[in-house]
């Protein structure tokens, strides 16, 4: 997920994505624990997107560069 799409999004989007992605993440880390991962970079990718996603709504959340909340 790019930087600029998050942008382009309202927090309640955001908010719902955070979800997803956290929800994904726990399934992932469980089903990696469990068995063989297939694709073990998925995880890695997932917390990046989850941490954009928390700074974007923090950023919002303080004013800064200039974000108003949506």
């Not at 309640?12 to 979800?19: G, H, I, N, P, T």
């Not at 469980?30 to 890695?44: N, V, W, Y």
Request: charged share 40%.
């Amino acid at each position: 997920m790019k930087i600029e799409d998050i942008r382009s999004k309202t927090d309640s989007e955001l908010e719902f994505e955070r979800a997803e992605a956290k929800k994904n993440l726990f399934g992932l880390r469980l089903k990696a624990s469990t068995e063989s991962l297939a694709d073990s970079a998925q995880i890695r990718v997932l917390r990046r997107d989850i941490a954009k996603i928390n700074t974007v709504l923090h950023e919002r959340a303080n004013h800064i560069r200039g974000q108003e909340s949506r």
